[in-house]
């Protein structure tokens, strides 16, 4: 098997992962972990944005990813990605919900499918980072503020010609002061 075969089994994310996992603390150890992650990644297709510590948001991201990726790939008809869907999402609406609005939704972006934002630290209330993870195109307001392009208000652009009008006059003061200066010199 060549590598343009192996590349053809796993579909590619478009975001990139850690190979070894975060350090999630769980009392009930490897399967508390994983519980962790399918709860959270359930809440991520229910609510579609989601606000918790970096650690377990980066986790479920990736988790969300690949389930998002596979379902795109092979649609609802593959036995192993309804078994992944199945494991996954405890919730059996949110399986409809996952191949009948998310796939068409993310079959033709070309960038990932969820958006993970640094959330700011409350002090002195929260000692771990915290987190937005959100789905792409969700019906919520953008967490970034849309910038406006101001150049072309008036004020702007009265503004910028001042500025350039400062500029000639002061470029020309300096290169008569030269010239005086290389007369002076002869």
Known sequence: MNQAEVSQLISKLR??????????????GPQGRLNKLRKTVNALFKYERLELNYTIADETRGYAERLISEAIRHGDTHKPTMEMADYWIEEKQLIHKLF???????????????????APKAYPDIVYPRSVLELRGNPFPSILPQR?????FIHNILLE?????????????????????????K
């Open 15 to 28: 975001i990139r992962i850690s190979p070894r996992h975060k350090n999630l603390k769980c009392p009930e």
């Open 100 to 118: 009948k609005v998310l796939v068409p939704r993310f079959s033709d972006y070309k960038t990932s499918y969820t958006m993970l934002y640094r």
């Open 148 to 152: 406006i392009d101001q150049r072309n």
């Open 161 to 185: 010609e001042a500025k350039k009008a400062y500029r000639a006059e002061k470029y020309e003061q300096i290169t008569k002061s030269l010239n005086e200066q290389d007369v002076v010199d």
